[in-house]
């Protein structure tokens, strides 16, 4: 689907995923648990990323509590059409993308 698909279609009638990947200059990442591959916390693994990343996608703080709880970790990476990358993290895939489409309404 392109950008100018979207821009035809009802946006009501896309997911969240299409939507996203629509509306993105680049590419979209989604990592399922990225932090066992590490053998790595969620919440190290948490550190480690927002760190590296100046402190860019840092969920609320029941999110974590809920990651933490739970060992699941959702990490989407994409760009805007601006070209800003943004970083959405969370234990809930559908949560996860709704908050990336979110953000990337908020930047248009």
Known sequence: M??????????????DLEKLV???KTSVSIEMNPHRGYRHTVE?????TIAA?????????DVVARMIETDTS???WFSD????????????????LAEA???????R
């Open 2 to 15: 392109t950008y100018a698909d979207f821009k035809t279609q009802e946006a009501s009638k896309l997911t």
């Open 22 to 24: 629509a509306g993105c």
């Open 44 to 48: 190290q693994h948490l550190e480690a």
């Open 53 to 61: 990343f100046s402190g860019k996608g840092t969920p609320a703080a």
């Open 74 to 76: 959702v990490q989407i």
């Open 81 to 96: 059409r601006s070209g800003v990358c943004h970083l959405v993290f969370h234990y809930d895939l559908n949560a996860a």
């Open 101 to 107: 489409v979110r953000l990337l309404e908020k930047d």
